[in-house]
Every structure is written in C-alpha cells, then in structure tokens.
C-alpha cells in the first residue's frame, strides 16, 4: 500500500480548506448522495405505480451509508467495468441483493452524477456565502472601532485626501459584500430525471404517460428533499429550487461559468484587500496577527512578513484563474454531451471552492485580529499634510484679494522645493515654514489648516451609513449564526 507521504496530496485539503468544505467534495460523500438519490428514484416509481416493494426500498433504506468496504467494492468494479456510476450500482446491488433489478431502473448516469453536483455546489455556495458574511461583519467590526481614525488616502498609490482608517475597512468590507450579492440573487435548479440526451424517453416508457412522467420528476425531488432533511443537513427553503425547463444530458454547463466566475469576483476582492494589507504592512501602519513564535524569514529574524494576506493573495489568484474553465467547457458541450466535461469538472469545481474557502478563513482570521498602529498612522498622515492643505491655504488667500493664478504659482515652487528637501536630502518636510515667509500668504494662519479631520470630507458619516444600512439588516438576519461559523485557520 503507497504510504500518504509518498503520493501527491493537495495542498487546498491538506493546508487550506475547512474539514466542512472538504466533506463536501469528499469521495464518499458524493456517493452517499448517489445512494439517495437512486432510493429517492425508486421511491419515486413506486409512487407512480411501478411494481417496487417496500421490502426492496427498506433494504436500500439500511445501506445508506458508504462503508470502507463498500468504497474498495466500488473501486474493484470501476477497474473491470471502467464506469464509476455503474461499479457503483453493482456496489449498491451487492449490499441490497432484492432491490438490485431497480436500481438505476430507466436512468442514465447523469441523472444521478448531474442532480448530484448540483446538490454539492449548491450547499458549497451557501458556505460560501455565510462565510463571506462573517468577513463582511468581521471587517465591519474594524470599520466602526477605527470610524474616526484620519489616515492618508492615496491615488496611483501616491499620496492623495485623507480619509479614515474605519472609511477604508468599511470600504473593503462593501466591496466584498457587492461580490457575493451576486451569487445570492440567483438559485441553483435541480437537472431532475431526464435521460440519456434530455427527452426522457426512458421515462416516457417506463410510465406510459407524459402525466406520470411529470409526477415522478415531482415526487422524486420531493423525496431527496425529505432524505435530507431527515439528517438536519439542510433546511426546504435551501433545497427546493425547482429543475432546469430543458436540459441535454447534462444540466447546461454555462451556471458553472456563473458560479465560478461569482467565486473569481469574491477572489478578486479578497485579493485587494489582502494586497491593501500587505502594502500598509510596508508602511508599518497595519499588521495581520503574528503569533508569539511564529518565524518570519529563516535568514532575517527580525521579518514579520504578512503571510496569511501572501496566502490570501495565492489562493485567490488561483481561483481566478480556474474560472476559464467553465468557459471552455461550456462551449464545448457538442450536440446533446460530449465526455470532455468530466475530468476537467472534477478538478475545477471543488477547487475553486476547496481554494476561496481557505481564503475567506484566511481573511477572517486577519480581520479578527488586525492591528492598527495608530502613531505611526498619524505620523505619515501628517508627514504629508502639509502639501494637502496647500489647496484650503491658497482658497483662503484668493478670499482675501490675492490673485489666484499668482497664489498657486507661489505655492507649486515652494512645494517642489520642499519636497527635494524630502526626497534628496532625507529631511523634514519644511513646506509650512516656507509658506509662512511667502509675502502672498501673509495674514493666513498657516498651522490652523493642519487638522486631520478637516480633510476627510464625510468618511466618517459614509461609514456610519454603510454600518447602518448594510450590516446591522446582515446581523440581524443571521442573528448567532455568523459567530457560530467561526474561522478555521489551517496553519502555515
């Protein structure tokens, strides 16, 4: 037996992803829904009058569960049948011998591969979803403690108007929150049974009547439904979507293009904010949690690098990345199905999930704990505050009669020479004291133009009423729920 060092193990399992997420997209998760989904079949048929007994549905009821064995049973039948639903209908068919001649009766396998991915994506898409809340709320949290915290603004990433150190969380915090309103504005149909290339003809047989037909669509989603909600995993407001007007063999492959291009827009956004972390890191104005004896540099013991933000900003690129895929393959779907779709799905899909759901650990992680290192906040702010206030000075002295034109003309040549004094000579910023000699500017109070606050416009009343009116309607509506989430740092 290969030992598990000695093979590949993927790092978004190993190192990034929650145990949860990880369930989700599990082997033998997946096939457990395989398993209700052709009790919920059967139940269906028997519903509509198909010589089924209760004795065959009760024993498929007792084999639920995919045990150890029945993993390596199914996994012996793939390597002869080469058919992974069919080694597993054989499986199943040797744990409920009565019930083996129904099972999978008038299916093709998508009928039960696509109804169950679906069902993966869409609680994947709620985790997701309450995950991306929870930063929201937690970033949130940093937005109100530092509302009224003047901080430098920047544009081109150079020094711009001040804004506050709360306006630019509570900034991050609605861009995240914009990227998953999206994903929640729509709801994932069920693919239903529809056959080989999407007519049920199977089914239209079997039945008899296109009336019988629709009942069994019905009362098989109604049965998958209470399969579920029998273990708590879900809630019918979660579940019942209803199922796609027309398919081919395959749900269309173009509501993966959306949800993985919702993720790469989440991933998008986390990576700015990772990136915004990392770049004030720099600065020495912001730094993500370090733990007491976490390394930064094997070479440099004095490195405190942001490497959960690094990780964030990894992960998500990744993310980013996968989303071309859905593209491909959606386009590529010829006629009716082609098999190409397959291999590609089973990586690109629980990837990106795998992928953001460590990221948004990541990013909660870093938010709950994200220090704001106020004095030296200040200290930059007001290394470049002079040149800000050139604007309010020169408004002032055109109030009092001087030309405006001379004014600002005046107020460039200092600033430029200052700002050599700065950049070549490695001093002080001396603009204040150059302006208090210029005969332009004579009669202004120059230092009374060097408060903070009067250069942030409504930083202060924005963020109040993005706490307002985007965070107090999410807590509510989650009430203990977004705290019970927690967060699941993996380690490095």
Request: charged share 25%; hydrophobic share 40%.
């Amino acid at each position: 037996m290969t030992n598990a060092h000695d093979t590949y193990t993927s790092p978004l399992a190993a190192r990034n992803a929650s145990p949860e997420m990880c369930k989700i997209w599990s082997p033998r998760h997946k096939f457990m829904i395989w398993r209700r989904i052709w009790l919920a079949v059967a139940e269906a048929q028997q519903a509509c009058g198909l010589d089924i007994t209760d004795e065959q549905l009760d024993e498929m009821r007792a084999h639920l569960e995919v045990t150890d064995e029945d993993m390596e049973l199914a996994a012996k039948y793939e390597r002869e049948l080469r058919h992974d639903v069919m080694a597993h209908v054989h499986a199943f068919g040797d744990r409920c011998p009565s019930a083996r001649g129904i099972i999978h009766l008038g299916c093709t396998s998508q009928d039960v591969v696509c109804n169950a991915d679906l069902i993966a994506l869409m609680r994947s898409k709620g985790r997701i979803s309450r995950k991306l809340d929870l930063c929201v709320s937690v970033l949130a949290k940093v937005a109100a403690k530092y509302i009224s915290v003047p901080t430098l603004g920047f544009t081109h990433y150079q020094p711009a108007q001040p804004t506050t150190v709360g306006r630019r969380v509570a900034g991050w915090a609605y861009d995240l929150n914009v990227s998953g309103n999206k994903m929640d504005c729509y709801d994932i149909p069920y693919r239903g049974l529809r056959g080989a290339t999407g007519t049920q003809a199977s089914f239209l047989h079997l039945l008899g009547s296109q009336e019988k037909v629709d009942q069994l669509e019905v009362e098989f989603l109604r049965r998958l439904e209470s399969s579920y909600l029998d273990d708590g995993e879900w809630a019918p407001s979660d579940f019942w979507q209803g199922t796609f007007i027309l398919t081919g063999q395959t749900y269309p492959r173009v509501l993966d293009s959306h949800i993985l291009a919702d993720l790469a827009s989440m991933a998008s956004v986390l990576h700015k904010i990772a990136t915004d972390i990392r770049l004030l890191s720099n600065r020495k104005e912001i730094d993500e949690p370090f733990g007491k004896s976490q390394i930064g540099s094997s070479a440099m013991p004095y490195k405190r690098n942001p490497m959960k933000c690094e990780r964030i900003c990894g992960l998500t690129r990744f993310v980013m990345n996968l989303v071309g895929n859905a593209y491909d393959t959606a386009a590529t779907q010829w006629l009716e199905r082609t098999l190409d779709d397959s291999s590609n799905r089973r990586l690109s899909l629980p990837e990106s999930f795998l992928a953001l759901d460590g990221a948004l650990d990541l990013m909660h992680t870093v938010a709950d704990g994200l220090i704001v290192n106020e004095a030296m906040v200040r200290r930059n702010l007001m290394a470049e505050l002079p040149f800000m206030a050139t604007e309010n000075i020169m408004m002032e002295a055109v109030k009092m009669g001087r030309d405006r034109q001379d004014v600002h003309e005046a107020i460039r040549v200092h600033s430029m020479a200052a700002g050599q004094v700065v950049k070549q000579e490695g001093k002080d910023n001396d603009l204040l004291e150059r302006l208090k000699g210029e005969p332009l500017l004579e009669g202004i109070d120059i230092d009374s133009h060097l408060d903070p606050m009067s250069y942030i416009g409504r930083s202060v009343e924005q963020t109040e009423r993005f706490l307002k009116e985007v965070i107090e309607p999410m807590r509510s509506r989650y009430s203990d729920e977004l705290e019970s989430l927690g967060s699941a740092d993996r380690g490095v």
